[in-house]
């Protein structure tokens, strides 16, 4: 009897097993590409014109003095595989950004913190070597007719820092050729961390086109290394007259500051629309599902503004 109950005492305790413990439950992330860790403006800049040292009409200073004139914050001078120095334009209070266009038969790239130029044979070995000479390759004019297999290309390339989703110029006469936010949408959907560029593409101070395409930075100082850096965060946006105030992310809130009178569209993945509403203070609350959200302004005018993407992860 006692045999029998020690071993009913064993046999019961083989019954109880410890749970496994819940495995952690996963974070939605929101990732703000606009967190900064001080106070913060906005700079204003064109990376994309051209001068006499190119296929431009005007002097490198004449192009500093105008764009100086018109409140901008720095400039990016980009001849066609040639170096002009930032000391010919940018004058106190403007800065310049070392800059030249990468041009090749099958795309041009601007080449941000760059003053030189190296051959290449396809639009993957000219983003390699524009990175690993510490640049930022943003490929421009992806919709021209003069580069028709740019888009393409673009679509399988890797490490491409940013994309011209505005060209001024190409605007003006084609706005098939001038705008790019589909394949900006394309690449994003595929997981590729693009930022968006707008730029005059400006060939003479006489176009109509002038000052109608720019970047806003946002930084600290608005010196050079200041200004590399918020442009590496994605810190930026583009815009073809419209503007915004601010962004924050709260949780899985994105909050947006913006003018009144523009319409806000929150953009997801592959181009859906997720939702509009008139500027002001918006918020947007993410469900998980968007794969990104990015925010267009859009003004009565047709003058837009485009955010960077706010990537969504889990953890």
Same mark, same amino acid.
Not at 94 to 104: D, E, F, N, T
């Given at each position: 009897?006692?045999?029998?109950?020690?071993?009913?005492?064993?046999?019961?305790?083989?019954?109880?097993?410890?749970?496994?413990?819940?495995?952690?439950?996963?974070?939605?992330?929101?990732?703000?590409?606009?967190?900064?860790?001080?106070?913060?403006?906005?700079?204003?800049?064109?990376?994309?014109?051209?001068?006499?040292?190119?296929?431009?009409?005007?002097?490198? *200073?004449?192009?500093?003095?105008? $764009?100086?004139?018109? =409140?901008?914050?720095?400039?990016?001078?980009?001849?066609?595989?040639?170096?002009?120095?930032?000391?010919?334009?940018?004058?106190?209070?403007?800065?310049?950004?070392? &800059?030249?266009?990468?041009?090749?038969? $099958?795309?041009?790239?601007?080449?941000?913190?760059?003053?030189?130029?190296?051959?290449?044979?396809?639009?993957?070995?000219?983003?390699?070597?524009?990175?690993? %000479?510490? /640049?930022?390759?943003?490929?421009?004019?992806?919709?021209?007719?003069?580069?028709?297999?740019?888009?393409?290309?673009?679509? &399988?390339?890797?490490?491409? $820092?940013?994309?011209?989703?505005?060209?001024?110029?190409?605007?003006?006469?084609?706005?098939?050729?001038?705008?790019?936010?589909?394949?900006?949408?394309?690449?994003?959907? *595929?997981?590729?961390?693009?930022?968006?560029?707008?730029?005059?593409?400006?060939?003479?101070?006489?176009?109509?086109?002038?000052?109608? &395409?720019?970047?806003?930075?946002?930084?600290?100082?608005?010196?050079?290394?200041?200004?590399?850096?918020?442009?590496?965060? /994605?810190?930026?946006?583009?815009?073809?007259?419209?503007? @915004?105030?601010? @962004?924050?992310?709260?949780?899985?809130?994105?909050?947006? %500051?913006?003018?009144?009178?523009?319409?806000?569209? @929150?953009?997801?993945?592959? =181009?859906?629309?997720?939702?509009?509403?008139?500027?002001?203070?918006?918020?947007?609350?993410?469900?998980?599902?968007? =794969?990104?959200?990015?925010?267009?302004?859009?003004?009565?005018?047709?003058?837009?503004?485009?955010?960077?993407? @706010? $990537?969504?992860?889990?953890?």
């Amino acid at each position: 009897m006692i045999a029998s109950g020690l071993l009913g005492l064993v046999t019961g305790r083989t019954m109880f097993t410890a749970r496994p413990a819940p495995a952690p439950s996963r974070q939605l992330v929101v990732l703000n590409p606009y967190a900064m860790s001080s106070a913060a403006s906005w700079f204003k800049g064109d990376i994309h014109l051209a001068s006499v040292r190119g296929v431009g009409k005007d002097l490198p *200073r004449s192009l500093g003095d105008y $764009f100086r004139q018109h =409140g901008y914050d720095f400039l990016a001078v980009t001849d066609v595989n040639t170096y002009t120095w930032v000391e010919e334009y940018a004058h106190r209070p403007m800065v310049g950004l070392a &800059a030249i266009q990468a041009s090749y038969p $099958f795309a041009n790239l601007l080449a941000l913190n760059m003053d030189h130029w190296l051959p290449a044979s396809n639009l993957q070995a000219a983003v390699d070597w524009i990175q690993k %000479d510490s /640049g930022l390759a943003v490929l421009a004019a992806p919709n021209s007719l003069e580069r028709p297999d740019a888009a393409r290309a673009a679509l &399988a390339v890797k490490n491409l $820092f940013g994309l011209e989703i505005y060209d001024a110029r190409l605007r003006s006469l084609d706005p098939a050729q001038g705008e790019a936010t589909a394949l900006w949408d394309s690449l994003l959907a *595929r997981g590729r961390h693009v930022y968006a560029f707008a730029g005059d593409d400006l060939l003479s101070l006489t176009d109509t086109t002038a000052g109608s &395409a720019w970047i806003s930075v946002l930084g600290t100082t608005g010196d050079v290394p200041d200004l590399l850096a918020s442009i590496r965060q /994605g810190a930026f946006y583009a815009s073809s007259g419209a503007s @915004f105030s601010s @962004f924050a992310v709260d949780g899985r809130n994105i909050r947006v %500051d913006a003018p009144s009178t523009l319409t806000l569209r @929150f953009i997801g993945s592959g =181009g859906r629309l997720l939702a509009a509403s008139t500027g002001g203070q918006r918020t947007y609350t993410v469900k998980g599902d968007e =794969g990104y959200v990015r925010i267009e302004a859009v003004a009565d005018s047709g003058a837009r503004a485009w955010s960077q993407p @706010f $990537f969504i992860g889990w953890h």
